[in-house]
């Protein structure tokens, strides 16, 4: 069974930048691939960005990308989201999720495993 341990997140400013860490039990399948979702208090889950495990290729949510990176560090078997400039709509717990198989990546559906969650709270 596969775990992921999120870390970072907490309080900030908003037009502040955090990096939220996902640490991953095992090495992911080659056709893995890796995402970042966050749930606002009585939202739905929403796609932040995903990160192909082997070929590093990214994805980003609506309104993220500019602002918001994923990374990966095969060695350390770990997934990285910095999130610049924050704002207040950015308050949510953030979730790390790993998919066995590239099939897709923004839809939560799609994903196996999930992290207990980050919190991050934005305050204007």
């Known amino acids: 069974q596969v775990q992921l341990v999120e870390s970072g997140g907490g309080l900030v400013q908003a037009g502040a930048s955090v990096t939220l860490s996902c640490a991953v039990s095992?090495?992911?399948?080659?056709?893995?691939?890796m995402g970042w979702f966050r749930q606002g208090a009585g939202d739905e889950r929403e796609f932040v960005a995903a990160?192909?495990?082997?070929?590093?290729?990214?994805y980003y949510g609506d309104s993220m990308e500019g602002r918001f990176t994923i990374s990966r560090d095969n060695a350390k078997n770990k997934v990285y989201l910095q999130m610049n400039n924050l704002k207040a709509e950015g308050t949510a717990i953030y979730y790390c999720?790993?998919?066995?198989?590239?099939?897709?990546?923004?839809?939560?559906?799609?994903?196996?495993?999930w992290g207990q969650g980050a919190q991050v709270a934005v305050s204007s």
């Open positions: 095992e090495r992911p399948p080659t056709s893995a691939t």
């Open positions: 990160i192909r495990w082997i070929s590093g290729n990214t």
């Open positions: 999720a790993a998919e066995r198989d590239a099939v897709g990546y923004r839809s939560p559906e799609f994903y196996d495993y």
